[in-house]
């Protein structure tokens, strides 16, 4: 009921926008965050928005350089990527969960209903 798209090969600096459509129910009160896992590494929070897209949530590593935003009319959540890096490469995943809010979130991989197949990110040095 998540598919996540967009992901690809590109040289460190560049961009890549990454999607998340819903489809088979509204996510429109769901928070829907971006998690990503690198060959070797534990699945990692990456970025959240809250079920309004008013309130957003990122991790360090990538605060000021990745935007997340949604379009819940189309049952969309896209993660804009800027200025990337070698070290994000990984598998992004998107994923829903019921708690809607950002001060509500755990960032608990078992906080979340559903989840995407992934994609691959791959960023060349």
């Known amino acids: 009921q998540l598919q996540a798209s967009g992901g690809g090969l590109v040289q460190a600096g560049g961009s890549l926008r990454l999607s998340c459509t819903a489809s088979?129910?509204?996510?429109?009160?769901?928070?829907m965050d971006w998690f990503r896992q690198a060959p070797g590494k534990e699945r990692e929070f990456v970025a959240a928005i809250s079920w309004t897209g008013r309130g957003t949530f990122y991790a360090d590593s990538v605060k000021g350089r990745f935007t997340i935003s949604r379009d819940n009319a189309k049952n969309m959540v896209y993660l804009q990527m800027n200025s990337l890096k070698p070290e994000d490469t990984a598998v992004y995943y998107c994923?829903?969960?019921?708690?809607?809010?950002?001060?509500?979130?755990?960032?608990?991989?078992?906080?979340?209903?559903?989840w995407g197949q992934g994609t691959q990110v791959t960023v060349s040095s």
């Open positions: 088979g129910r509204t996510f429109s009160s769901y928070g």
């Open positions: 994923a829903a969960r019921p708690s809607g809010t950002i001060a509500s979130m755990t960032r608990r991989l078992n906080e979340y209903d559903y």
